[in-house]
């Protein structure tokens, strides 16, 4: 599963002022509207005392200190209470912005918020929003890893330590022992080659642009993974047969032998003994498409688009070895190439296809 690309939408936006001084203006003009607010209403309410004759001439001979006192009451008291009612609206979105990064804390990622319209708000809104999906999308992939890895590393870490103990009882034939040998070997390397697997894919999820980009010969790297892969394809009767010319593509060499070292294992494994397999690149005008056949059962057609999902395995029962992994890391790769795969099976063959283009996107 690729970790979904970050959005764009942040570096396109258009700002009228910096974030920081629309605050300060924000703020500024709170403090402002709340002066001016006191001054109207303890303005007025002098005049009314003065009309009412509270405040006359001879209660300012008597104590001349009065109006000051009172003004200064009054315009304390007033200006709080404007203060505490008008400080609600800029801080309302603060508050909820609190509230949800309270819930984040507590691990509800589910959580989403809505600021309002004024632009400054939109824009805490979308980065507060993206950092919940983020870490929403972190935590299924953190549980996808330990339920979906733990499985798939039990299960050879269980066979092994199995025949290790009837190695250990002893009392077998030489035969048995080989055979029970053997099947450790193989169980070691799958979890070898489920580690590596595991960590390519993990790495190419986490890198969004494509980088160490060369133009190399890419026939003559598909026949090398061909060579890289001969002990197993010799061991089932198998034979590769490499159908194309030679070409050249502008990618990055390491990941995308990768992808051809999986598609290959993936028709090895799944390919009747002493079979052929096809592997051929066809030639279109701004792009190469490197198709691999084998003859093996045909895919359910709705087992299909489940193929390239990870840990994922069409042989429920286990008897091909294999991690679940391998398409996930061939659309990964094939993606950061802006490039597609394709399936194509019936009864008789089945056509893994990856498009790639000759040159960097």
């Known amino acids: 599963m690729n970790c979904p690309k970050k959005s764009s939408h942040f570096s396109q936006r258009t700002h009228l002022l910096p974030p920081k001084t629309m605050l300060t203006i ?49 315009s ?10 008008i400080s609600k609206i800029p801080m309302r979105p603060v508050n909820i912005l609190i509230n949800g990064m309270d819930k984040l804390a507590n691990g509800e990622f589910d959580t989403r918020i809505q600021l309002g319209d004024m632009h400054i708000a939109q824009e805490l809104q979308e980065s507060f929003n993206s950092l919940a999906a983020e870490l929403s999308q972190t935590e299924m992939l953190r549980s996808d890893f330990v339920n979906n890895f733990s499985h798939e590393f ?15 009882k002893g009392n077998l034939s030489q035969e048995k022992e080989a055979e029970y040998l053997d099947i450790i070997v ?98 279109e005008e701004n792009q190469y498409i490197v198709e691999v056949q084998n ?29 679940g992994i391998g398409l996930s890391i061939v659309k990964s790769v094939i993606a950061l190439h802006h490039g597609s795969v394709n399936i194509d099976s019936n009864s008789i063959r089945t056509i893994f296809s990856a498009t790639l283009p000759k040159e960097r996107i």
């Open 295 to 323: 003859f093996g059962s045909p895919i359910n057609e709705e087992d299909i688009d489940k193929l390239f999902n990870k840990y994922w395995q069409g042989d429920t029962s286990h008897a091909s070895a294999g991690s």
């Open 26 to 74: 924000l703020f500024s003009f709170t403090v402002f509207v709340t002066l001016v607010i006191t001054m109207l209403i303890v303005g007025v309410g002098t005049l009314l005392l003065v009309n009412t004759d509270i405040l006359s001439e001879e209660t300012l001979m008597i104590v001349p200190h009065i109006p000051v006192m009172v003004f200064a009451l009054v």
């Open 76 to 85: 304390i008291v007033t200006g709080t209470v404007v203060a505490a009612l």
């Open 154 to 168: 039990k299960t050879p870490i269980v066979s092994i330590r199995g025949f290790a103990r009837l190695l250990q």
């Open 186 to 283: 193989e169980e070691i390397s799958r979890l070898a080659d489920l580690s590596t697997n595991a960590l390519n894919l993990t790495k190419i999820e986490n890198q969004a642009i494509l980088t160490d980009v060369s133009t190399y010969n890419l026939s003559e790297q598909i026949r090398r993974s061909i060579l890289l892969l001969e002990q197993k394809w010799t061991k089932k009767g198998l034979t590769i047969e490499p159908e194309f010319s030679e070409y050249m593509i502008e990618a990055n060499e390491e990941l995308l032998k990768q992808v051809w070292i999986n598609l290959l294992d993936n028709a090895i494994k799944f390919s009747p003994e002493n079979q052929m397999i096809h592997c051929r690149i066809l030639d």
